[in-house]
């Protein structure tokens, strides 16, 4: 099976250890997709030297020149205004002018939300999009969204919430029938917000070919209990920044047990094998890439702080999307999806989080 | 200092291992609290002869007998129409009637909320009572509220929160002077729901003696960022067990990775008294008893799968909000409040998360 070509945009500037992440990641998921293009944006006296250290790379490289950022700090409003000629800003009109498949970036969370949205509109069908990621589970791994485009969501972005994420898990984390939980307080049918019991009631009776769980916890998200989890984006940013606290809170307490006494450090130089395999199974770094759901063209958000092999990994997840076509795949699970379902509800207009 | 007399009314057949951990987590407290006083509400011919076992118990006891319980599927609908003799409603009845300071029940949540609002109404000035917990952090412990009582809040409800939490952390957790911080997706002030910005702006301006942070995320829960977390109760629910989900996919994991090869075996023999130390300071029952705060009365809801000691440091809690007057000390910071901030927004009629 050839693989087809897949042509991504890159914010070569976005992130604290850009370029060099963005190009050495680059490099590290073109050996595992070498059908890949790359079209790098920013300062192109200061990428290309370092895309030619990688013969390989410099062969499927093209560069667009720009000195221009989005800083940190910048406000979205700021960027959409001052930013028109931003490394971030290029490459996401690189994918409207039909240069690139996706666009990635590892910079400003709120201004790239903010562009992608102003240049690539949001695809047919969809009311809004939403942010979506994996993380590591008791039974493998599964995605969430929203995790913070929409602060509030009807019943209807829920359910459309619902097909992304399923066609999300179907195509890039490559889960056969994927189950879908919407996110509540309890997981008996009557609980929650009158929206979440309008979406569980659609969902429940639904003509899709999509498999609903119901409603599951904040406990279910670790346990695994369902492949996509879906809630509004304020609980969805909560939930995912709490697992990654606590997470952290948890390596810390470990680094600091085993630095404790000397029996300690012993015992870690035992178990160091199998302590490195636990901590390569959670490294988030393996679960980099927040995907941008529901827009014409597919965007990814890498964490700014992330290495080499965090910014690859994102670089694949947005390769899987674009090789497998989800967009269009979700555009399919709209079309089958009943439209009373979809027009039971007129989208409202809502403070976005970024 | 002598301590005060506390009276506590115990539901001695909720939770799965009622009554022997009702009894022998009373004679656990009783040991620290030497003033406390119990009086036992269930099936006398169960509950007096394990009682009877701990003589230094059996002089501070009294019973109350009655066979009927409040079964862990009841409705709370359904528990309040015919749950009115069981174990559990009168001892709610025993504080309205002057015979309890607090009652401690480790059975069915939502049937607790619905009876205890139902008997003790809410106190002066609070609109709406709230479930505060708390949890091991970075930097030692902290509390969050609401953590299911009320689905939707709105500012006024989260400045009350806010005021109920500081006085809680400051008296049970004996923490100084407490921080408090507003969960949000976001630190900056501009973020977040309308209703939080107004709650912000409130309490940034109070003429409290509250130390405002402005807004936490999630990942500051652990991080022990703030004393006290205010939010509302969906997200305080969803927050908390994707906390204990996440701190359970955690140990899983670390029993996994011991268990797996002789070196990680033998490295856990050494590592082992470390290991034990972290597991004490994270035990779930040390941080067991969730507090319904805003009644007239104190009302703890134990964990109902916890033993003694889980069950003794849930009635310890109760005991210290007892004989600090944590319910005078609201109402105190309730009535140095300015009235412009308590009347800004009518309450409105939501729906329980119980």
Avoid: W
């Avoid at 008791?138 to 929409?150: E, F």
């Avoid at 609980?191 to 979440?196: C, D, N, Q, R, Y």
């Avoid at 492949?227 to 997470?247: I, P, Q, S």
């Avoid at 989800?326 to 079309?335: C, F, G, M, R």
């Amino acid at each position: 099976m050839t693989r087809p070509v897949v042509r991504l945009a890159l914010d070569a500037m976005g992130g604290d250890n850009a370029p060099d992440s963005v190009v050495s990641g680059a490099d590290l998921v073109r050996q595992r997709f070498p059908t890949a293009q790359f079209l790098f944006v920013g300062d192109e006296a200061r990428v290309r030297p370092l895309v030619e250290r990688h013969p390989g790379l410099a062969q499927v490289a093209t560069y667009r020149h720009t000195t221009e950022i989005v800083t940190n700090d910048a406000k979205p409003s700021a960027a959409l205004r001052g930013g028109k000629n931003s490394s971030m800003r290029l490459a996401i009109n690189a994918v409207q002018e039909g240069l690139a498949d996706g666009v990635i970036s590892a910079g400003n969370t709120g201004a790239l939300m903010a562009m992608a949205k102003l240049v690539l509109k949001t695809a047919p069908g969809i009311d809004r999009p939403a942010i979506v990621a994996s993380f590591p589970t008791k039974r493998g791994a599964s995605v969430m969204l929203d995790l913070g485009a929409n602060l509030e969501c009807d019943a209807r972005n829920l359910v459309q919430f619902a097909i992304m994420g399923e066609a999300f898990a179907r195509t890039v984390m490559g889960t056969a029938k994927p189950t879908v939980g919407l996110l509540n307080v309890g997981s008996e049918d009557q609980k929650g917000h009158e929206e979440l019991r309008t979406a569980h009631a659609a969902l429940r009776e639904n003509k899709l070919d999509l498999s609903f769980h119901g409603f599951v916890e904040g406990d279910d998200i670790t346990k695994g209990t369902v492949d996509v989890v879906v809630t509004d984006g304020f609980t969805g940013n909560v939930a995912l920044k709490t697992a990654e606290g606590t997470a952290q809170f948890f390596s810390g307490l470990m680094r600091q047990a085993f630095s404790g006494s000397l029996g300690a450090k012993l015992g870690y130089l035992f178990a160091k094998p199998a302590l490195g395999r636990l901590r390569e199974r959670i490294d988030p770094r393996r679960y980099n890439g927040a995907m941008l759901l529901g827009l014409n063209g597919i965007v990814v958000k890498s964490h700014g702080g992330t290495d080499a092999f965090g910014f690859s990994n994102a670089l694949g997840a947005a390769i899987e999307m674009i090789a497998n076509d989800v967009a269009t795949k979700i555009q399919d699970e709209l079309q089958r999806l009943g439209s009373d379902l979809l027009d039971t509800t007129p989208p409202k207009p809502k403070t976005a989080a970024v």
